[in-house]
């Protein structure tokens, strides 16, 4: 049963994303308008810089269909600057138009510039197959989670600070999984879809 799913597409590494998708049984779309949101049973939030995309969400509408509909319990991976889209809490940056369905505080470029971009291996719990089992992360720019809140399961961290978290059906990570060639997590947004449209179908 392919699924329908919506890569937001204004700015930003989102063909990655595309092309991550392609190996799953989905339907891949990429979102430009609020008609795009039509019939889509999961969202890839990329990366790339969320003070544009914050402004182009505005600019085309898309700022309140698209909260809504990651507010309906779809899930949704975000990555990097999704991370920070998904913000309830971005201190410094209060202002920023963003979706702020997720209940962690979110510090930007929390490991430096461009030039101070790197690549680890993360354990990343719920995604690592057993203890040894290290997921590459690549970090740009990357934002980390100061704080979260009660509903947020961490799932991994480096130097303290939480790099990826759960909260029900919003998946968030400070790294980029569309840039390694791992594509787990875009199998966990496909998987997770795929059960929450048969969930619905079923009441
Ligand atoms: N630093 C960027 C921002 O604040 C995010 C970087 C990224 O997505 N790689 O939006």
């Not at 795009?36 to 810089?49: A, H, K, S, T």
């Not at 963003?98 to 929390?110: E, K, Q, S, T, W």
Request: aromatic share 4%; hydrophobic share 45%.
């Amino acid at each position: 049963m392919a699924v329908r799913i919506g890569v937001l597409a204004l700015q930003g590494a989102f063909r990655e994303h595309v092309q991550a998708l392609a190996g799953y049984d989905a339907e891949v779309c990429e979102i430009r308008t609020p008609s795009d949101l039509e019939g889509l049973r999961g969202i890839v939030l990329p990366g790339g810089e969320s003070t544009v995309m914050g402004k182009l969400l505005l600019e085309e509408g898309l700022l309140h269909p698209l909260a809504q509909l990651c507010a309906s319990g779809i899930p949704v991976l975000a990555t990097c600057a999704g991370m920070i889209l998904l913000a309830r809490n971005l201190p410094g940056f209060s202002e920023q138009p963003r979706l702020g369905l997720m209940d962690i505080a979110v510090l930007r470029n929390a490991f430096g510039r461009q030039k101070e971009s790197f690549a680890t291996r993360l354990h990343v719990r719920e995604f690592s197959r057993q203890a040894n089992d290290l997921i590459e992360a690549v970090f740009i720019r990357a934002p980390v989670v100061a704080s979260c809140g009660p509903e947020v399961n961490v799932l991994a961290s480096l130097q303290g600070n939480p790099v990826a978290v759960r909260q029900d059906n919003l998946l968030a990570l400070s790294f980029h999984p569309e840039l390694s060639c791992d594509t787990r997590f875009h199998g966990w947004l496909v998987r997770r879809a795929q059960e929450h449209k048969a969930a619905m179908h079923s009441v």
